[in-house]
């Protein structure tokens, strides 16, 4: 153990402890901008810095380790004076116009601003500018990167993509696509994980809100939603909501409010998924296509964009479902258009989405169905959701539960918890063990492959459903999956079904969430969505009475051959 003072509070602590973490057991909390713990802990911000007595210069505190007998000082006029000057050298190069930036309220740099009290800007500003494709779903602007290096480490270490790195050299160090290349001609995810830990707004999605409003403000056109399951558990988080405040059924009164005609909850379609995946699987299963397994889920668009960049040989083994998101597009633009009588061209279809690379998927030529273009117009993320909620100036403890709308109204709690890790392989075990043996096993029969810790890696589990023994692995994160199919690759591991989620903790970790700063929320989120499916009436996605009507009137049966026009896509192309 070490022993030192802190603040003239004394402290014993292992040795190895960091002053941050010291300063942390007593309830000191440091300010600090650039660090993530163990990700990044490089001390770019200098934010962090500390007094120690004897020392003539005020030291870092996330990357020095406390040392017996230090007497340290975390507020002195030293470190304040310290901690000013390096926050006023951030925000030299930073482009200071917070009015007009998406991250206002929310910036870690504004708020450290504030709270030290920095009312003037001694340092003539200089800040970078760059030429940006605006139409990519991910943004960057270079004029409001302070260097901070969590975008690259993030990339690197967590989805071990490598798109950012450190370009140039000398005083023209900034941070950039790697090889200074452009976004588009390199391998992104659009995980969006690298805007969840940008401290401030840098990094953003490519807003499409104006897009829904001219839709709604058009007379001739049909607006026609769709909300996503992670949705719910994190949307109120940005508006002072409680989790029990903040249900779904209030999303679907504040898009009517807005103007949206028809709400729809993707749970439907997971729903469907979950008859079109799972009839597949069993298809590969008993048929032995040895050659197809595993059957990899197909849902996730970040993974799709990864397997198709990193591991083309291994694409012929995604299932062939379209996403939830995109089925429902489908779905929406035939079935439910002729339904209403609207013309497929004369419906806008919508959805809100906790995920950055759903705009990507959305746009893919792949989804452009010859019945009306895209089988989703417009995707928004759960933060332009809430933008767009305030800009219509929405009093949220007005909002009231409201349900779907007919004919797409029910969904399941196994639709629900697509949101979360492991959620998406549940549904699934619970619909086979059904088709397979022609009885419901116990809702929480599969639980097993819910992760304890969303987002600590891998859940293997071999599950017995009838005569059939199941092989199954659950992975999110895009470096953690790396790992895992190289293990399947070098023979190692063996399974028959895996479900990849490219965020850590899957759709509730998505990179479209609110955001809160260097904290993880993805499990408490999770643990929403499987609260909620705990309690749900129906939990079996086969029991969607909504969904069998969908089969009995328009699709016939799973894998039949409308299913496979429209609810099917070639991943190949
Ligand atoms: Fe997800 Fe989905 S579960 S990817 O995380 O499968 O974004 O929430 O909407 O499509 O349903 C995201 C969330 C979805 C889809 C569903 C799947
Ligand atoms: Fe990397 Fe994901 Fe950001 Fe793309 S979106 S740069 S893959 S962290």
Redesign the pocket.
């Known amino acids: 153990m070490v022993n030192l003072t802190i603040d003239n509070q004394k402290i014993s602590v292992p040795e190895g402890t960091t002053i941050m973490e010291a300063a942390k057991q007593i309830e000191i909390s440091i300010p600090r901008l650039c660090f993530l713990k163990g990700i990044n802990e490089i001390a770019a911000c200098r934010v962090c810095v500390v007094e120690v007595e004897g020392m003539e210069k005020v030291i870092t505190s996330c990357n020095n380790v406390a040392k017996e007998g230090m007497v340290i000082y975390t507020n002195s006029p030293k470190v304040r004076r310290a901690r000013q000057r390096n926050v006023q050298l951030l925000l030299s190069q930073h482009d200071c116009k917070c009015a007009v930036c998406v991250r206002s309220g929310n910036c870690s740099l504004q708020k450290l601003a504030n709270d030290l009290n920095i009312i003037d800007l001694p340092f003539k500003e200089r800040y970078e500018k760059d030429d940006w494709d605006q139409k990519f779903p991910l943004i960057r602007d270079a004029r409001k990167c302070v260097k901070c290096m969590r975008c690259v480490q993030i990339c690197d270490k967590v989805q071990s993509l490598n798109i950012w790195d450190v370009v140039s050299t000398g005083s023209r160090t900034t941070v950039g696509v790697q090889e200074n290349k452009k976004i588009n001609d390199v391998n992104c995810a659009l995980c969006g994980q690298c805007i969840t830990h940008c401290p401030v707004g840098a990094l953003r999605e490519r807003d499409d809100t104006e897009k829904v409003w001219d839709a709604i403000a058009d007379s001739k056109k049909v607006v026609v939603a769709q909300v ?4 719910r558990a994190a949307w109120g988080e940005a508006l002072g909501l409680s989790r029990e405040e903040a249900t779904v059924g209030k999303i679907m009164d504040a898009l009517k409010k807005m103007g949206v005609d028809y709400v729809f909850d ?2 439907f ?2 729903d469907l ?1 979950i008859m079109e995946e799972g009839n597949e699987f069993l298809q590969r299963l008993t048929k032995g296509e040895l050659n197809l397994r595993p059957m990899f ?1 197909s ?3 970040g993974w799709i964009r990864f397997i198709k960049s990193q591991y083309p040989h291994l694409v012929p083994q995604l299932s062939t479902a379209k ?6 597009g489908a779905v929406m633009k035939t079935y439910f258009a002729e339904s209403i009588g609207v013309k497929p061209e004369d419906m806008v279809t919508v ?1 809100v ?3 950055v ?2 705009k990507g ?1 959305a746009n893919m030529e792949l989804y452009a169905g010859e019945y009306a273009g895209h089988d989703v117009d417009i995707v928004l993320t759960t933060r332009e959701l809430t933008r767009m909620m305030r800009s219509a100036h929405i009093e949220v403890d007005t909002l009231k539960d409201r349900e779907c709308d007919p004919l797409m109204k029910e969904y399941t709690g196994a ?1 629900v918890i ?2 979360a890790t492991g ?2 392989m549940e549904a699934a075990l619970r619909s086979a063990h059904y088709l397979l043996t022609g009885k419901n096993p116990d809702p929480d029969a599969f639980k097993i492959v819910r992760s304890p810790a969303f987002g600590s890696g891998v859940i293997e589990a071999e599950v017995q459903i009838g005569h059939a023994k199941v092989r199954a692995a659950v992975v999110s994160g895009l470096g953690n999956t790396r790992k895992l199919i190289e293990q399947i690759e070098k023979g190692q591991v063996h399974y028959d079904f895996v479900e990849v ?1 490219a ?1 850590p903790g ?3 970790g ?1 990179g ?1 969430q609110p955001i809160h700063d260097g904290e993880e929320l993805a499990h408490d989120r999770g643990e929403n969505l499987y609260f909620l499916d705990k309690h749900a009436d129906l939990r079996f996605s086969h029991e969607n009475p909504d969904v069998i009507r969908l089969y009995h009137d328009y699709f016939e049966k799973p894998l039949s051959h409308k299913s496979h026009m429209l609810l099917h896509t070639d991943h190949n192309k």
């Open positions: 996503a399951p992670a949705v993707t749970s379609t997971a998924t889920t849902c996730c668009p996403s939830p998101q995109q089925m429902f959805s989405m906790p995920c690379a759903k998927e639709g697509f949101g959620g998406v989620m965020c899957g759709c509730v998505g479209g």
